[in-house]
C-alpha cells in the first residue's frame, strides 16, 4: 500500500487516541503495509478470523482491501463495540482464543496481529489450530525472547530497547516447537525492526541498536513476524 493511500484510510477511519497510537505510528505503518501486501497476493473470499481484534484495525485494512468474509474475536467489550461501529459489515464476538466457539476447520486465515505478546501461545496456538482448515494459513508475531529480553541485558546496547517484561516472549525455537506441536509449518518469518522490514532479526536488530546511539531514541518492541500453514 502506498503512504498516501494509507494516510487517507487513516483519515477515513476514526482510530481512537488509545489504541490508534502503534497504527498511526512509523512501526505500526511498516509493519500494516508489510502484511497488506503479502495478503494481497491471497484470494480475496477466504474466510479471515482476526484473534484480538481489539477496536478493528486490522479488519478496517483488510475489508479495504477486499476481504469481506472476516470474523474478529476479542475480550475487550468496549474494543469490540467501537469495532463493530468501525466495519459494520464483518462479525465481531466476545471470545477468548483459549475457548474459541467455533467448529473444528471452518477458517481459511487466520491472524494474530499485535496480540500474541499478550497471550501464552502454547494455549492459543492449539485452539488455532483446531478452528483452522488444513492447507490454511496462519499469521502471528512472537517477541522474541533473545532480542526482547536477553539484548536488553547488555549494558549500553541494550538500552535500546523498550522493556518486555510485562510480555510473553518466546525465542524462535520455543515457538517453533509450540507451532509444529499445534501442526502449523512455519515458512516465512522475518522481523520488523521499528522502520524496516528484515529477514535477518538478530544481525538487523544489533545493527538497529547500535545506530539508536545506546538507548537515546528507544525502540518499541521489535516483533518477528511468522506465516505458517496447517498440515
Ligand atoms: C494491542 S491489541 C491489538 C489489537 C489489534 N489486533 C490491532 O493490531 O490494532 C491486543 C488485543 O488482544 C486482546 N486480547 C488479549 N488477550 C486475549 C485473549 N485471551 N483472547 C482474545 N483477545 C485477547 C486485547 O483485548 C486487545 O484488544
Known sequence: MKEKEYKELIKKHVVPKDVGYFLNSKEGRYQNNFYINFFSKIRNDVKILNIGCGTG???VILFNRGFHDITGIDINREFLKVARKRVPKCTFKYADVYDLPFS????????IIATNEFIDAKRAFM???RVLKK????YFENFNRLIN???RKIPFLGKAVKSSDNYHTYY?????KI????????????????NAISDKPL????????????????????????????V
Open 172 to 176: 524462535h525455537g520455543q515457538i517453533k
Open 149 to 151: 529480553n536477553d539484548l
Open 179 to 194: 507451532a509444529k506441536k499445534n501442526r502449523l509449518k512455519i515458512y516465512k518469518m522475518g522481523m520488523f525492526t521499528g
Open 203 to 230: 544481525l538487523s536488530r544489533i545493527f538497529y541498536s547500535i545506530i539508536s546511539i545506546g538507548g537515546l531514541y528507544k525502540i518499541f518492541a521489535p516483533a518477528q513476524y511468522y506465516f505458517a500453514r496447517k
Open 127 to 129: 485452539e488455532c489450530s
Open 57 to 59: 484495525s486490522d479488519a
Open 135 to 138: 492447507g490454511g494459513l496462519m
Open 104 to 111: 473444528d476447520e471452518q477458517f481459511d486465515v487466520i491472524t
